[in-house]
């Protein structure tokens, strides 16, 4: 009988134990991806979500990406001049984690839709601050080039 009171015990500690293994964990969403964010290798970022689509601007390489959140995932394509046009655009992949207290993006890109993805534009957040002449090219839709 002791033996089969042990075994309870460990199966209800197994189960208490995987009930809250993900407490302290935030489910994302697509709103974690709004606001202000910067990356050494790609200057600021200011993201905008209506939805499950996010349009993201990088001015100092007159970006800009628009896509959907799936989850934890932000999958969609960017462009940069001269022609917004393979091999100045193409896909990109931004997994959104939490490091400690603050949130960061694991982010990859492609020119085009083939070929290897680079692992390098990782991003951290700054803050939900969006300086209004960058707000104002949220609206404009034709400089958020889809998909092809």
Excluded at 17 to 30: I, L, T
Excluded at 87 to 106: C, H, M, Q, S, Y
């Amino acid at each position: 009988m002791l033996r089969a009171g042990r075994v309870a015990v460990i199966v209800v500690v197994v189960v208490l134990v995987g009930a809250f293994s993900g407490c302290g964990r935030k489910q994302a969403s697509a709103g974690d991806f709004a606001g202000h964010w910067t990356s050494s290798q790609w200057g600021e970022h200011y993201f905008s979500v209506d939805g499950s689509t996010v349009k993201v601007i990088y001015p100092d390489r007159q970006g800009y990406i628009v896509g959907t959140v799936d989850g934890d995932t932000l999958t969609g394509w960017w462009t940069q001049p001269p022609d917004r046009q393979p091999p100045t655009a193409g896909e990109v992949r931004f997994r959104l984690k939490w490091d400690a207290d603050k949130r960061i993006i694991d982010g990859s890109w492609r020119p085009g839709t083939t070929g290897e993805f680079s692992e390098d534009w990782d991003l951290t957040r700054v803050d939900g601050t969006i300086p209004a002449d960058v707000a104002t090219q949220f609206s404009n839709a034709s400089l958020f080039v889809p998909h092809p």
